[in-house]
């Protein structure tokens, strides 16, 4: 259900409406957003106060951007009290903003530059979700492999820091990673995937698999950039499960660009696809670009679709089912 039409069917219901997220914070001024109380991404710490006067009747909006940094680092602190969704996992955030300008993305509009949390304070974090029954912890923030690039520090030092405070029994996930900041700790990152309390997962968007796309997105790799992690990552870690995304149909993608994420897709076989049509998001570079006609991008999109449902990437792990299974 898309934002537009949550806000319609809540008005409805006659129900307050706090609209928080990267597009209200970056155009505010969208017509579906009058009215309506909206917290921007810097201001989470203030959302109660938020509700409580949107219960009043009253329209609030908090969209300030903050230069902080520590617990309260872009005005939301690590030892905010909260309400898990799932009890037993703790979701952290390790950064905020990111360092590419992706023409087609709201995010850096919304969050700024990369922003990072010091190791110690997310160490801290950790240990008082283990300490509160957590059994798993799931890092993610827009681009983890940029994490410590603000600070003078990385992605593998602080997972390090964190697997030696992770207890008997529980694990820790690595959320999404772009190719270009994974490359130089390829080694580092192998180890660590390794760790017995470290899940062999990692989500790696390429968005596509034509370079020249790449670049009109301004994604600062190239297809043999991301091939280079996930080639080896499936060499040093066995079993490890990689995730990506594909965007379908972006201004000026060609039917031989598309073919070419066909074949990535097909070489590849990822167990894990997140298969996007491309959207204009209003005040990107890649909105005022000229578009691919909305029936094409609908095809490709299920051209694409169809190949994923074609595979079955975990055959291997049936036949290793049936060759532990011992008959009677």
């Known amino acids: 259900m898309s934002a537009v039409t949550s806000i319609k069917k809540a008005h409805e219901e006659n129900k307050k409406v706090v609209l928080a997220g990267c597009v209200p914070q970056a155009q505010p001024r969208q017509d579906y957003l009058k009215g309506l ?6 201001q989470i710490d203030r959302v109660v106060e938020v509700v409580e006067e949107t219960i009043k009747g009253h329209s609030v909006r908090l969209l300030g951007q903050k ?9 939301a602190r690590l030892d905010l009290p909260k309400i898990r969704k799932n009890p037993l996992i703790e979701i952290i955030s390790i950064n905020t903003g990111c360092l590419n300008a992706c023409t087609y993305c709201k995010t850096k509009h919304a ?3 990369l922003a990072s949390y010091p190791i110690d304070e997310l160490v801290e974090r950790a240990k008082q979700s283990f300490q509160e029954g957590v059994c798993e912890i799931w890092l993610t923030s827009e681009d983890t492999g940029a994490y410590g690039r603000d600070i003078g520090t990385d992605l593998p030092t602080l997972l390090w820091k964190l697997v030696e405070v992770i207890p008997e029994g529980a694990m820790l996930r690595l959320g999404m990673t772009n190719p270009p900041y994974i490359l130089e700790h390829l080694e580092e990152m192998a180890k660590i ?3 017995p309390r470290v899940y062999a997962f990692l989500h790696i968007p390429v968005q596509s698999a034509s370079d020249s796309v790449l670049m009109d997105m301004k994604r600062e790799y190239c297809v043999a950039d991301f091939k280079r992690v996930v080639d080896f990552l499936k060499e040093k870690v066995p079993g490890i499960t990689i995730a ?8 000026g993608e060609t039917d031989q660009d598309f073919q070419e994420t066909v074949k990535l897709v097909e070489e590849y076989k990822f167990p894990s696809l997140f298969i996007n049509q491309f959207y204009p998001r209003p005040g990107t570079p890649a909105a005022k670009a000229k578009q691919v006609p909305a029936h094409v991008k609908k095809q490709r999109t299920k051209d694409l679709s169809r190949v994923f449902h074609s595979y079955n990437p975990y055959d291997h792990k049936v036949r290793e089912a049936c060759d532990w299974y011992v008959w009677d």
């Open 193 to 195: 995937l390794n760790h």
């Open 111 to 113: 969050r700024g530059n």
């Open 37 to 42: 109380s909206i917290i921007g991404v810097q």
């Open 244 to 251: 990506t995304d594909i965007i379908c149909g972006f201004p």
């Open 67 to 75: 230069k902080e940094s520590g617990k309260r680092l872009g005005g």
